[in-house]
C-alpha cells in the first residue's frame, strides 16, 4: 500500500469514526428528551458543540433521518420529530414488547440480587436528581434504566434492537413543578418496585408493574 493510500484510508477512518461518535450522542439525546421537539439542528452550530467537522455532523443527522429519528424540512435542513398521541401510543407499545420480553429473560437466566444491583443504584440516581430539580437529568437517568433492564436480559440482538429503536422519553412540559415532582417520584417508586420485583423472582407482579409504569408514561407524553 502506497502512502498516498494509507493516508486516504486513515483520514476516511476518522471521518466514520467522527460521524459515528456524532451518531451515537444525537442518538442519546434524542432518546432522552434533551432536545426540544421540532427543532432545526444546525450543522455549523453542532459541529462547534461536538468540537468535529461539519461533514461528520451531516452523516450523522443523515443518517438518523434515514431511521426516522429525524426529519428533512421542506426547504432543507434537519429537525427533530414532533410526536402526536398515536405516536406516543406507538412508542410506549414497541418498549413494551422489548421490555416485558427483556423482563422474562432476566427471570428465565435467574439473574441474582448482586447482578441485578445496577438497577436500584439507578433508582437511587433518579432520586437525588428529583430531589435537586434536574429535570432534564432525571429523564436521562430513566432511559438509563430501561437500558440496562434490557442490558441485563443478556441477548445481544434484543440489546441491538433496543438501541437503534426510535423509543424516545419524553418531558411532560404542561405539568408545572409540583406536578412534575410528583410524577416524577411516582416513577422512581414504580422503578424501585420492579427492581424489587425482579430480585424477588416474582415475574408476573414486575410485568404488571411495568405495564401500569409504561401506560402512565404514554399518557403523560400525550399531554404535551
Not at 461518535?21 to 442519546?28: E, T
Not at 427543532?39 to 461539519?54: D, I, S
Not at 437525588?128 to 430501561?146: K, N, P, Y
Not at 404488571?208 to 401506560?215: D, I, K, Q, T, V
Amino acid at each position: 500500500m502506497s502512502a498516498k493510500t494509507a493516508n486516504k484510508s486513515e483520514t476516511n477512518g476518522r471521518r466514520l469514526a467522527s460521524s459515528e461518535r456524532c451518531y451515537q450522542q444525537f442518538k442519546w439525546l434524542l432518546m432522552s428528551a434533551q432536545l426540544p421537539d421540532g427543532a432545526r439542528l444546525g450543522e455549523v452550530e453542532w459541529a462547534k458543540r461536538l468540537k468535529t467537522h461539519r461533514s461528520a455532523v451531516r452523516e450523522a443527522l443523515t443518517l438518523l433521518s434515514h431511521e426516522g429519528a429525524l426529519r428533512r424540512g421542506d426547504r432543507g435542513g434537519f429537525f427533530t420529530p414532533v410526536l402526536d398521541e398515536h405516536d406516543q401510543a406507538d412508542v410506549f407499545e414497541a418498549r413494551f414488547v422489548l421490555e416485558i420480553g427483556a423482563m422474562r429473560l432476566i427471570h428465565a437466566r435467574g439473574l441474582t440480587e448482586e447482578e441485578l444491583a445496577p438497577l436500584g443504584e439507578i433508582c437511587d440516581t433518579m432520586q437525588q436528581l428529583v430531589e435537586a430539580g434536574m429535570w432534564l437529568g432525571f429523564v436521562e437517568a430513566d432511559r438509563r434504566f430501561h437500558e440496562k433492564l434490557v442490558e441485563l436480559a443478556g441477548n445481544r440482538h434484543l440489546i441491538s434492537m433496543y438501541g437503534r429503536a426510535i423509543l424516545p422519553h419524553r418531558l411532560p412540559k404542561s405539568l408545572d413543578i409540583a406536578e412534575l415532582r410528583q410524577n416524577f417520584e411516582i416513577t422512581v417508586k414504580d422503578h424501585r418496585e420492579i427492581h424489587r420485583l425482579l430480585v424477588d423472582g416474582r415475574l408476573h407482579d414486575a410485568i404488571a408493574r411495568m405495564a401500569s409504569h409504561l401506560e402512565m408514561s404514554g399518557k403523560l407524553g400525550s399531554s404535551l
